[in-house]
């Protein structure tokens, strides 16, 4: 598998302070991973998460920390439930070399479970890590 530039780009976009991002998503394009979107909005990040294909995303999320409020992020794998077995099988074994470039993040979440993405949830996986 292939990592195209614009993975990374996204990448860094997501992690800076000063971006208006707060998630970039990423899909295989034949053998290459490419950047699908990005955005801030939480309803148009599920929005990008097909049934029947996975989908990498890097999401950046606020997390309340005693009486102050942090910035974390979270690796999410979506495998849709209608996925198949042979884009299942790909995902472990291009995963490590995503994460060569997605490096940084506090919580990494793999569902088919649109629920599990809830912003909220996302903001209890990311506090629960930070401890």
């Given at each position: 598998m292939e990592i195209s530039a614009d993975?990374?780009?996204?990448?860094?976009?997501?992690?800076?302070?000063?971006?208006?991002?707060?998630?970039?998503t990423f899909v295989y394009?034949?053998?290459v991973l490419v950047l699908d979107q990005t955005g801030s909005?939480?309803?148009?990040?599920l929005a990008r998460l097909p049934q029947d294909a996975p989908v990498f995303a890097y999401y950046r999320a606020?997390?309340?920390?005693?009486?102050?409020?942090r910035t974390r992020f979270a690796?999410?794998?979506?495998?849709?439930s209608n996925t198949s077995p042979l884009k299942k099988g790909k995902i472990p074994v291009d995963k490590p070399?995503?994460?060569?470039?997605?490096?940084?993040?506090?919580?990494?979440?793999?569902?088919?479970?649109?629920?599990?993405?809830?912003?909220?949830?996302?903001q209890d996986k990311l506090s629960a890590a930070s401890y």
């Open positions: 993975v990374k780009d996204a990448y860094e976009t997501v992690r800076r302070s000063d971006s208006s991002i707060r998630w970039a394009s034949g053998n909005d939480h309803e148009a990040f606020e997390v309340p920390v005693a009486d102050a409020t690796f999410i794998t979506w495998v849709g070399a995503i994460k060569q470039i997605i490096k940084d993040f506090s919580a990494d979440i793999t569902t088919s479970d649109p629920a599990e993405l809830a912003y909220e949830r996302i």
